[in-house]
């Protein structure tokens, strides 16, 4: 029917104090999930149920983390309101009884494919290099193995097999004895050509094994059957059970909540239209729509809306060359219902963001705990993860050092802090592998240095001269307030053209992070002999 995945279901700490806690946070996971609560309180059901859709036409990709992440967050977060003394399950469905309506672009022996348009993605052949028995086995496969890499616990399920098993079976029945009730909904939401052979039953042809998108002839509710002509111009009678039919994508997405008893389901914003019609023919065979939660869709760096068919944006492989999951976790976790762009220059943010936030949770109270991203990252578990170095100082330092392996800019960062070694400091460890690869791809290529005016050359040359003469305590506040000194004295009007100056004639680029920071990574010796480039010009020819 379905597989398990393998991860385990996590421990949550549960206490009376932050049972309360949970009740009124204003954590949007927490709003979520007292609507479940109350929900199962008012159907008396002893269990909650959670689903999230999976299309097996193409590769799992950073849309599906997002909706199963946020998911779990809920989950996470109703499994505390209840003191975990309610079952709940997560779901993942895969669509792979749809028909194969056209050839992706990204897959290989694309004109073997073309011989199967239209059968269910199930009895399509596997083109990829792999066992796996169709091409909706190898994608259903590598959904799996996406899901469990990041510590999902869910349940996956496949349509075909759903649809094949009989476990559709009875509110397939009922699909069909309420079918006019059900046309009624679907009809006004069609154009009139399509109003004339729309069912919401697709047989599978008996001749050829296709998804067939034709008008009934038909449709019997006493024995369960539909009668159509088939393509080979005959007229067939089919049960509409056991797999012999799938339905509509809209009235499956009712059909299901009602079959498999969902409470839960969030989908984005192309389906908001739609979500009123799921509901409806959820509640025509005599089930109570889920609790659903609507996300805005995610857009690339020009604002226009991501698509798999473009290609625009960002793929979950090419984030996590630079950056880690709990990072991407944080960009799914803030504000789902306003549009993001979802583009490589989120990256460094989003991972110095996590850190602060991962860092502040162990003094917070248990409102601020709830309230705490890092808090339902980490579904309900506490981080021990400080960084005593943000990712934005680590791509400068790169920047400023030219070192692009891991040994040069350990030897900068161990000068840094007592004690700080790749094996002491993970975290660190492993930001400057995301820092190498960033810096790489679009910081290197972007850099642009110009040269100093005069006035900021006599400034550059009095900063030099009193690092060289720096005999105080050497940490990151003594030399920001140096560096403002410098600026102030020399009449900067707005003192962030003075640090502007300082980016863009030292680093080549138009912002950075506290300088005094920088000075403290990087060193003394080394800023020195930074801005001694900067005033003779020979950064420019970097």
Not at 219 to 233: A, L, S, W, Y
Not at 431 to 444: M, N, P, S, T, W
């Amino acid at each position: 029917m379905g597989s398990k995945a393998s991860t385990s279901h996590n421990s949550l700490t549960i206490t009376p104090s932050l049972v309360d806690a949970a009740k009124k946070s204003k954590a949007w996971p927490f709003e979520e999930a007292r609507k479940l609560v109350k929900r199962l309180e008012q159907t008396g059901k002893k269990e909650a149920v959670f689903e999230t859709g999976y299309g097996p036409s193409g590769l799992p990709h950073i849309g599906t983390f997002g909706e199963v992440a946020r998911t779990t967050m809920v989950r996470t977060a109703f499994r505390l309101l209840t003191e975990d003394e309610i079952p709940t399950h997560m779901l993942c469905v895969s669509d792979d009884m749809d028909g194969m309506r056209k050839i992706p672009g990204n897959v290989p022996n694309a004109e073997m494919l073309k011989a199967h348009l239209g059968k269910p993605l199930t009895k399509v052949p596997n083109p990829f290099d792999s066992h796996h028995e169709s091409f909706a086995h190898h994608n259903n496969a590598k959904l799996q193995e996406f899901l469990d890499h990041f510590g999902f616990d869910y349940e996956f399920l496949s349509a075909t097999q759903l649809y094949q098993s009989g476990r559709f079976d009875e509110a397939l029945l009922k699909i069909c004895e309420k079918y006019q009730d059900i046309m009624d909904v679907m009809l006004p939401t069609l154009g009139a050509e399509r109003q004339e052979t729309y069912s919401p039953f697709l047989p599978i042809s008996p001749t050829t094994g296709n998804v067939l998108y034709v008008p009934m002839k038909e449709v019997n509710d006493k024995d369960g059957t539909i009668t159509f002509e088939d393509e080979d111009g005959k007229d067939k009678t089919i049960p509409v059970t056991g797999g012999a039919v799938k339905l509509q994508w809209k009235p499956d997405f009712g059909m299901r909540w009602a079959a498999l008893g969902v409470d839960f389901e969030m989908y984005g914003k192309d389906h908001q239209i739609n979500g009123g019609i799921y509901s409806k023919i959820c509640r025509i065979i005599d089930a109570r729509p889920p609790e659903q939660y609507c996300y805005e869709l995610f857009l690339d760096d020009k604002g226009e809306k991501i698509s798999k068919t473009k290609g625009n944006g960002i793929s979950i492989d090419e984030w996590l060359r630079y950056a880690s999951p709990e990072s991407l976790g944080l960009f799914m976790y803030q504000k789902p219902r306003t549009a993001k762009r979802l583009y490589f220059d989120v990256i460094p943010k989003a991972v110095d963001e996590y850190f602060t936030f991962a860092s502040k949770i162990r003094q917070s109270d248990e409102a601020a705990l709830l309230q705490n991203p890092a808090w339902h990252i980490h579904g309900g578990h506490v981080p021990d993860e400080d960084m005593p170095i943000s990712f934005a100082m680590l791509l400068n330092l790169v920047s400023a050092s030219n070192a692009e392996d891991k040994e040069t800019l350990w030897g900068f960062i161990s000068n840094y802090g007592d004690g700080l070694n790749s094996q002491t400091a993970p975290n660190i460890d492993r930001l400057v592998e995301y820092a190498i690869c960033y810096f790489k791809d679009f910081v290197k290529p972007s850099k642009s240095f110009r040269a100093a005016t005069e006035k900021e050359k006599a400034a550059f040359e009095d900063l030099k001269n009193r690092l060289q003469n720096f005999d105080a305590e050497k940490n990151a506040e003594t030399l920001q307030s140096l560096v403002f000194s410098v600026g102030k004295d020399h009449e900067f009007e707005n003192l962030r053209d003075w640090f502007k100056a300082l980016y863009q004639v030292l680093l080549g680029q138009d912002q950075g992070p506290r300088f005094g920071s920088f000075i403290a990574l990087y060193g003394l010796d080394e800023t020195i002999k930074l801005l001694e480039k900067g005033l003779n010009g020979s950064l420019l020819n970097e």
